[in-house]
């Protein structure tokens, strides 16, 4: 018979509990009422709620952090990440609240960012024309995405991101 | 007859204020009562205000800083003052990518939610918690729902106890 080592003993001390499930204890059963969800739904896309001051807040930190990618001062993996938590934010808040260009917009640079190995300066130009192009948006209040405009402002973006990865191989 | 969320309450830790307001109104149309929907905009005040009210749900941002929601669920699940490490937890993030979902997963969380989301999409969410839960697995390495979500043969012996909640 072989010895337990001490991974085996580890793993062994790993308990399974079973616990109470208080939150179906409260709620019940039956699931959601269709009707309930088809009103939440016609919430979340016809709400008035304003958030074009955090969405500005979020593009001007993607200029700044732009700027500081550019300067030096942000390097490697840290200046990808730094440029990805505003684009995040934009890209999940955007078509929430009917800035849908908002979301596609910054989905792009974030695909684009996340498939470039090293950010040179052709990578900050790409990254610096989103980021106008976000401005734009918020600053026209380009909502929905049925705007002519705002589908030329994303295809030109898409294009620029397809010639990096032409001229690269990507 | 349906779910009624009248008696719970669910804590939302939300660093953005719009977001937060959207999903408040959204848990209202849920039959959340108002009264029973809870703010918090950092991880700190979302472990603080946990173990002042004890909530039913938590439905918690990936959040900056590196990492936050991330933290505060690890928190939840292991910190000896956390009133109840069994809480639900719903994550919800601006990526899908797998590397994220399995940090969320190895972190302890019920569930996760990418943004932007579907009033159906959170429904769904929301009903797998409560018709789908999974028991927890408490060990020094990890404290969380069971992350085996497929049933795979195992011809090892299983040495994990299995017991129930203490009272």
Redesign the interface.
């Known amino acids: 018979m072989t010895e337990e080592s001490e991974e085996q003993k580890k793993l062994a001390r790993a308990v399974s509990v079973v616990p109470r499930n208080r939150l179906k204890e409260k709620v019940g059963s039956g699931g959601f009422e269709e009707a309930v969800l088809v009103k939440a739904q016609t919430l979340l896309k016809e709400n008035k709620i304003d958030f074009e001051p955090t969405a500005q807040i979020f593009v001007n930190l993607l200029e700044k952090k732009i700027a500081e990618v550019k300067s030096g001062s942000t390097v490697g993996d840290a200046a990808i990440e730094a440029l990805l938590y505003p684009l995040m934010q934009l890209k999940s808040q955007g078509s929430l609240f009917q800035y849908h260009f908002i979301t596609t917009i910054s989905d792009n640079l974030i695909t684009f960012l996340e498939k470039v190995s090293i950010i040179d300066t052709d990578v900050l130009d790409i990254a610096a024309a989103h980021r106008t192009a976000l401005h734009i948006v918020l600053a026209t209040k380009m909502k929905g995405g049925d705007s002519k405009a705002g589908k030329d402002l994303h295809d030109a973006l898409v294009d620029s991101c397809n010639r990096y990865y032409r001229a690269r191989n990507i | ?5 009248k ?2 309450k669910v804590l939302v830790v939300e660093s ?4 937060y ?2 999903l408040k ?2 848990l209202g ?3 959340v009562s108002e009264d029973k929907i809870y703010s918090a905009y950092s991880m700190d005040e979302g472990f603080q205000k946990f173990c002042r009210d004890g909530h ?2 938590l439905i918690v941002d ?1 959040l ?1 800083n ?1 990492n936050s929601g991330i933290k505060l669920t690890k928190q939840i699940r292991t910190n000896k003052i956390s009133p109840n490490i ?1 809480v ?1 937890i719903l994550m919800t ?3 899908g ?1 797998v590397n994220r979902v399995l940090l969320a997963r190895d972190a302890g969380v019920s569930g996760y939610l ?7 999409s ?2 769904e969410k929301i ?1 797998r ?3 789908q ?1 999974r ?6 390495s990890f404290t969380g729902p ?1 992350r085996r979500v497929k049933q795979k043969p195992f011809t090892e012996p299983d ?7 203490k009272k």
Request: net charge negative.
């Open positions: 007859m349906a779910y009624d969320f008696k719970i953005s204020p719009p977001l307001e959207l109104g959204v149309l849920f039959s039913d749900l990936w900056d590196p069994y639900p993030a601006g990526s990518h990418v943004k932007p989301f579907s009033a159906k959170l429904a009903e918690i409560i018709e839960p028991p927890f697995i408490i060990h020094d069971d040495r994990r106890k299995v017991v129930p909640e």
